[in-house]
């Protein structure tokens, strides 16, 4: 069965330092994997996505993540964070390699960004 | 703009009265979704759709139903709500060419009391 771990509920970090939020994923067939980003009170919005092709995806406001086979893991970074990083972010991962756009998500990390 | 819309942002309903909630999606999006998210358990899918009065159960359908009708729009209903389906319930939709990326409403909280 495929599921997928992020091993941080929560993230405190200080605005300019770098953050990693992680993710590892089980799967037997390929996967498609997803991080979407959640402001307050809002829904989910894309954040970037791993399809095939290069291992390191970028996505928006300066997140990219790196796909690691061997490891299982796909994980979140930013060089520099900023006030407005403040959200919840889910790492998801394709049901059945995400031939039917079917989707399966973590429980999700806040990440707390102090001035 | 893509949009999905959800018919209200907060609901309170009392204990074993039928609740409607209510999405529309403005992309021509074959693909719609229902989600609930609840505290430290993430985004946990109840229902899908792939096409018009086609419907498949997610990983915790008990206690709800959907309807799809238009493809345009796609309801969950509660058919009796319990105080232990309060949660936040999130609609998504993707289409059938980029089935992986899903666009999402906002969201509406409801409290069964």
């Known amino acids: 069965a495929q599921s997928v771990t992020q091993l941080d509920s929560q993230v405190p970090v200080f605005e300019e330092a770098p953050v990693e939020l992680r993710c590892n994923y089980s799967?037997?067939?390929?996967?498609?994997l997803f991080w979407y980003v959640q402001y307050p009170n809002q829904g989910l919005q894309l954040l970037l996505k791993?399809?095939?092709?290069?291992?390191l995806v970028k996505g928006i406001n300066g997140f990219e993540a790196e796909f690691n086979k061997s490891q299982t893991s796909f994980h979140l970074r930013k060089p520099s964070v900023h006030i407005s990083d403040t959200a919840e972010y889910f790492c998801?991962?394709?049901?059945?390699?995400?031939?039917?756009?079917?989707?399966?998500f973590g429980k999700g990390t806040k990440l707390s960004v102090k001035p | 703009d893509v949009k999905v819309t959800q018919s209200s942002r907060y609901l309170v309903k009392r204990t074993g009265e039928k609740v409607f909630l209510e999405c529309v999606q403005d992309?021509?999006?074959?693909?719609m979704f229902w989600y609930r998210q609840d505290p430290g358990l993430g985004l946990r899918l109840i229902y899908f759709?792939?096409?018009?009065?086609?419907?498949e159960k997610g990983d915790i359908p008990e206690g709800y139903s959907v309807s799809r009708e238009k493809k345009e729009r796609f309801s969950l209903i509660l058919e009796s709500a319990s105080t232990n389906q309060t949660s936040m319930y999130l609609c998504?939709?993707?289409?059938?060419?980029?089935?992986?990326?899903?666009?999402f409403g906002p969201g509406t909280r409801l409290t069964v009391l």
């Open positions: 998504a939709s993707s289409s059938l060419i980029a089935r992986d990326e899903q666009f």
């Open positions: 799967s037997s067939v390929s996967v498609y």
């Open positions: 791993y399809l095939s092709g290069s291992t």
């Open positions: 998801a991962v394709g049901r059945y390699g995400g031939s039917q756009g079917n989707l399966i």
């Open positions: 992309m021509d999006h074959e693909n």
């Open positions: 759709s792939y096409d018009v009065k086609m419907k």
